[in-house]
Each structure stands twice: as C-alpha cells, then as structure tokens.
C-alpha cells in the first residue's frame, strides 16, 4: 500500500511539473505569444504544416489535446486552431477524436490518483455523496451528457470529477463524443469559416446537435420507463 502511494504520489508531482511547464510554454514562449495575439497567422502556419504532413499532422494533434486534457488546462483554444490547419470538417472529426482521447485519459488519471483517497476522507462521511456517486454510476451516460451540454464547466474539471465517481470509462468516452459536438463545431468554426456563425441555417444546424441530447434527458425524467428497458435506471 505504501508503494503505491509513493508511485502516486510520484505521477501526481510529474503532471504538476508538466502543467507547469506547458503553461509556462503558452505564456512564455515566442510560440505561446504568437497563439495568444495572432491566433489567424499561425494558425495559417499550422496549415501548412498540416498539408506537408498530413499523416503525422491529425496524430499530432491528438497527442497534444490529450496532453493537454489529461493536465486539466484550458483546451478551447486547440479546436480554433484545428479549424485553421485542418478545416472544418475534419477539424471537428479531429477534435471530437482528441477530446475523447482527453476525456478517457484525465477520467483515468483522476481516478487512479484521487479517487481511492476521494472515497475514503469525503465521500464515505457523506451519505448524499455516496447516494449520489450510486446514482451517477447507473446514469453515467446521462451525466455526462448533462456535463458536456452545459457549455459553461470545464472540459478538464469535469473530466477530473467524472475519475472521482463511478461513472464508466465507456460512459465518459461516448457522452463526450456525442454531447461534446455542438461545443467542438462552434469552436473549429471560430477558427475555420466564422463567417458561417452569422448564417442562420448553420446556427440552427448547432442549436439541433445542442438540443437534441437535451431532449433525451428531459425524457429520461419523463418516461424513465423507457431508459430502464435498455439498461438504464
């Protein structure tokens, strides 16, 4: 036991130094400059790299999202800059792939370093804690859903947050695919084609890929008859 709090305690201290260290590249460096004062220029930058490489290019990206994901910084910018390099269609397949891969990669390691100290100093003194922990683990999928869609909780929080419950890493994946859309789409536009947001048929193309995950939870509550019949309560 004390092993492995030492081999946690060991990975806990290299993610520190290494958020440190990417944020000190995003605010520090001439790169991290460029990104934050002329995001258009590199991203122009990045295209070319991309079309140069266009294998290497997407596993590139990836790597870095879930990189960055798994440290729990801000992720945002990342899709703008897929939409400059790769474009819009493939910025947001790229993205939804990375922050999948960033979701699954924070909730794991979230849960192997936190979650067993979590349980046991706060959430075994709290009987709403372990009630609700219950709830979350037959209703994962939902609330992740519920997460993504409210727009306003960081990506990387929550990510952290859903390692602490029992939520399944298959719940974490597929609701961050599929609720984490709309977000993601907005986002590559920004960077890809944002004259497209001043189009109303696009921004209810949004609206629908928003609304319709909200829908299924309103009838989750509605008819949780339904949901019971394939395996959720």
């Known amino acids: 036991m004390q092993k492995k709090s030492k081999v946690k305690?060991?990975?806990?201290?290299?993610?520190?130094?290494?958020?440190?260290?990417?944020?000190?590249?995003?605010?520090?460096?001439?790169?991290?400059?460029?990104?934050?004062?002329?995001?258009?220029?590199?991203?122009?930058?990045?295209?070319?790299?991309?079309?140069?490489?266009?294998?290497?290019?997407?596993?590139?990206?990836?790597?870095?999202?879930t990189i960055v994901g798994a440290l729990a910084l801000p992720v945002w910018w990342l899709p703008v800059l897929a939409g400059h390099a790769f474009g819009l269609v493939a910025g947001i397949f790229w993205t939804q792939i990375a922050s999948t891969s960033a979701a699954i990669a924070a909730g794991t390691l979230s849960r192997f370093l936190l979650a067993d100290w979590f349980r046991r100093r706060i959430e075994a003194h709290t009987v709403r804690l372990q009630q609700l922990d219950e709830?979350?683990?037959?209703?994962?999928?939902?609330?992740?859903?519920?997460?993504?869609?409210?727009?306003?909780?960081?990506?990387?929080?929550?990510?952290?947050?859903?390692?602490?419950?029992?939520?399944?890493?298959?719940?974490?994946?597929?609701?961050?695919?599929?609720?984490?859309?709309?977000?993601?789409?907005?986002?590559?536009?920004?960077?890809?084609?944002?004259?497209?947001?001043?189009?109303?048929?696009?921004?209810?193309?949004?609206?629908?890929?928003n609304i319709a995950p909200i829908g299924a939870l309103i009838v989750r509550y509605i008819r949780p008859d339904w949901f019971k019949s394939i395996g959720i309560e």
Do not use: C
């Open 9 to 65: 305690l060991g990975i806990l201290g290299i993610v520190a130094i290494l958020a440190i260290v990417a944020a000190g590249m995003m605010l520090f460096t001439e790169q991290g400059r460029e990104i934050r004062n002329d995001p258009r220029e590199f991203g122009k930058k990045m295209r070319q790299w991309v079309e140069l490489h266009p294998l290497e290019a997407p596993l590139a990206y990836i790597a870095a999202y």
């Open 135 to 209: 709830k979350l683990g037959h209703n994962g999928l939902l609330a992740v859903f519920a997460v993504r869609l409210a727009h306003f909780i960081p990506a990387g929080v929550s990510n952290y947050a859903f390692g602490l419950t029992t939520i399944s890493l298959r719940d974490i994946a597929v609701g961050t695919f599929i609720a984490g859309l709309p977000s993601t789409a907005l986002e590559v536009t920004i960077g890809a084609a944002p004259q497209m947001l001043s189009d109303w048929r696009y921004v209810a193309i949004l609206a629908v890929l």
